[in-house]
């Protein structure tokens, strides 16, 4: 009882490890996200918010 336990993996804080592997899993998925064409662009849209009041 009252043990205090370090959750650490070779001398590294288990937080750390944590953040650079959701870090890097979040990266690769906005990565490897298909391109898609959004309003702003010219890709013959039929109009959205980024368009000019005319």
Do not use: W
């Amino acid at each position: 009882m009252g043990e205090i336990t370090d959750f650490t993996a070779g001398g590294f804080p288990l937080q750390l490890i944590s953040g650079v592997v959701c870090t890097a899993a979040l990266g690769l998925y906005a990565l490897l996200q298909p391109t898609s064409d959004d309003d702003d662009s010219n890709g013959g849209g039929g109009g959205g918010l980024m368009q000019p009041v005319a």
